[in-house]
């Protein structure tokens, strides 16, 4: 038996990427594209470093050495929601991830609450599914 394992596209390549296989130099891209695309310029990461950021979506959806602690669909919704609500003006023509995730944070709040609420939700309704067809299988 031959041990076959998926190859991925590039890091960057995040179009060509499952979500689930994203990683912070996935994540870097995507914003840098999606800030382009949104603002028409270039994306300054937030404190003038990369570094900074990319710890905080490290420590966030995790690294090899290390589990994250939200799960990369949301902070994508993250990233979504927030630049879509972004008013660039003159003096701050675009956002960055870091300003995003210090100051919005309570946007993160309300995308975590929904999505518990949503996994709450599924969970009662497969628990009342298996009720009734256990109350199906005692009538018969």
Not at 4 to 22: C, E, G, S, V, Y
Not at 78 to 87: E, H, L, R
């Amino acid at each position: 038996m031959t041990n076959k394992t998926r190859k991925l596209p590039p890091a960057k390549d995040w179009r060509n990427r499952d979500i689930d296989d994203w990683n912070v130099t996935t994540f870097t891209e995507y914003l840098r594209d999606k800030h382009r695309d949104m603002y028409g310029c270039e994306y300054v990461p937030f404190g003038g470093g990369w570094a900074r950021e990319q710890g905080m979506l490290g420590r966030l959806i995790g690294t090899k050495a290390k589990k994250g602690t939200h799960d990369k669909r949301l902070i994508k919704e993250f990233i979504d929601d927030t630049f879509a609500t972004y008013n660039p003006t003159p003096q701050y023509p675009g956002t960055s991830f870091g300003f995003l995730y210090t100051y919005r944070r309570n946007v993160l709040q309300k995308l975590e609450a929904d999505a518990s609420r949503r996994a709450r939700a599924q969970e009662w309704a497969k628990e009342q599914r298996s009720d009734n067809d256990e109350d199906l299988d005692d009538w018969f």
